[in-house]
């Protein structure tokens, strides 16, 4: 095969690559769209089910950006942008935007989901120490280092 032949045929490999991940990020982003909406509610017990949807997507789309790498490699392309528009022969290519676009939106949201969570741990946090400082049991520390909030405390059946 004549390197114009390999040239074009990873060229259509990349597309096809680009097409399925633009998908899966998309699917990503529903997911992400899913998991804010539950931040946003009271009862956030969802969000353990939703994590493992997720963590699927988060492997899913690893395995795509590691077939993509390797695709590069075959074609002795960096394994970024310039790489892949390199490939494609035009930066401005309908199907490279569409997947750019979708993962923007991703970052996008993925970041404002976390600051959510981050502003939602603080909050309960400071219920928390606000809890601990009303009740009536002093801090102490115990031969770990760690805080006790009743000293004499044990557990039951322990000696």
Same mark, same amino acid.
């Given at each position: 095969m004549s390197p114009a032949a390999d040239h074009s045929? %990873?060229?259509q490999r990349l597309l096809a $690559? @680009?097409?399925a991940e633009t998908q899966q990020v998309r699917d990503f982003v529903a997911v992400l769209e899913q998991e804010r909406k539950i931040l946003g509610e009271r009862d956030v017990e969802p969000l353990f089910a @939703? !994590?493992?949807h997720k963590n699927r997507y988060a492997r899913l789309l690893q395995q795509s950006a590691d077939a993509r790498t !390797? @695709? $590069?490699g075959q074609a002795a392309l960096k394994h970024d942008k310039s790489g892949v528009e390199s490939l494609l022969?035009?930066?401005a290519n309908p199907v490279w935007n569409n997947y750019l676009k979708a993962v923007a939106e991703a970052r996008a949201l993925n970041q404002a989901n976390g600051a959510l %969570?981050?502003?939602r741990l603080a909050h309960n946090h400071q219920a928390l120490a606000i809890l601990m400082a009303h009740s009536d049991q002093p801090t102490v520390y115990g031969p770990d280092g760690a805080a006790r909030t009743r000293p004499g405390s044990r557990l039951l059946g322990s000696y």
């Open positions: 045929a %990873l060229r $690559l @680009l097409i @939703l !994590s493992e !390797s @695709l $590069l022969g035009d930066p %969570l981050t502003e």
